[in-house]
């Protein structure tokens, strides 16, 4: 009888156990389940943002993140330990290797349009600089004082720099790196001399209680001669971002190499949705497709 007993209980535990995991594992589909997203962290509050809305709308559906810089969180990509990223750039033909042997599918999606925002000391009178001097002082030629400060040697700010001058080197002067946009910020506003360099999107999501922040200010850009925004000096408002006016512009993109039917899937696809794409708006960003509006107009007596 007590063989017995004990056996009984054993199979109950069984049965509990069971029971427990079925009720706890959500299925794996495009609203439920877990995926985990790599983003560079320049991007990190509009992504936050999308995520808090996409768990309320989807509440078994958890999207995890780790933020880094570019260089950092690319290789854990490339290799495929997480295969969903937040990039400012499309891969690179060699960069696809891993997943293209896997004969996984990528799937890149543009879904908001980021400006990288030049800031100068708030008692500096003159706030507006051409791309060309930017470029000048990239490449170690400018003429005058004014240097540049980026908040990492390895972030998407400065490599959309150096990609856009075609540089194969930086200068020995002229160009510097701190360790983070906070820093650039707090240096901009105890320097005079220097402009800083820090994502838009950084910029203004969440970073508004800086006690430096008041002590910068924006700068305008006039874009080189004969391309679009070479008329006047625009800032990197939302306006300008949409239109194209703003000459230091940048998109970003969800790539998706999950190669399942997922929470990935859906959430890439959703903040591509009308819903996503409004949060974008929202953000003081430009979305990557503008929301139509449509009005039933009801005449009155």
């Known amino acids: 009888m007590k063989k017995l007993s004990l056996l009984f209980i054993l199979l ?137 400060v980026f908040d990492n040697a390895y972030s998407s700010t400065i490599r959309y720099f150096v990609d856009s001058a075609k540089l194969t080197s930086l200068p020995k002067a002229g160009v510097y790196t701190l360790k983070s946009s906070k820093d650039v910020i707090k240096y901009i506003a ?31 850009v006039k874009n080189s001669e004969g391309k679009k925004g070479s008329d006047a000096y625009y800032k990197p408002l939302q306006s300008n971002l949409v239109n194209g006016l703003y000459p230091f512009l940048r998109n970003i993109y969800l790539i998706n190499c999950e190669g399942k039917d997922g929470v990935g899937t859906g959430f890439a696809n959703w903040v591509s949705s009308p819903r996503g794409q409004l949060i974008v708006l929202k953000s003081g960003l430009g979305p990557h497709q503008l929301i139509s509006r449509d009005f039933n107009i009801k005449k009155t007596k």
């Open 190 to 220: 105890e320097h005079k001399d220097y402009i800083g360099v820090v994502g838009l999107n950084w910029l203004m999501q969440g970073n508004k209680d800086l006690p430096f922040l008041a002590k910068v200010k924006l700068m305008g």
């Open 12 to 148: 109950s535990l069984l049965a509990c156990n069971r029971g427990g995991k079925s009720k706890t594992a959500a299925a794996e589909t495009r609203t439920s389940g877990t995926t985990t997203l790599l983003v560079d962290e320049t991007f990190a509050g509009i992504l936050d943002g999308q995520i808090q809305v996409f768990k309320s709308d989807y509440p078994e559906a958890k999207v995890k993140t780790i933020l880094g810089s570019e260089n950092q969180i690319l290789p854990d990509f490339l290799n495929g330990k997480v295969k969903m990223i937040v990039l400012s750039r499309m891969l690179k033909p060699e960069e696809e290797k891993y997943y293209k042997q896997k004969q996984f599918p990528i799937f890149t999606d543009r879904f908001a349009i980021d400006g990288i925002a030049l800031i100068t000391n708030a008692s500096n009178i003159d706030t507006n600089i051409t791309a060309k001097e930017v470029y000048d002082i990239m490449k170690g030629v400018a003429k005058g004082n004014k240097k540049l």
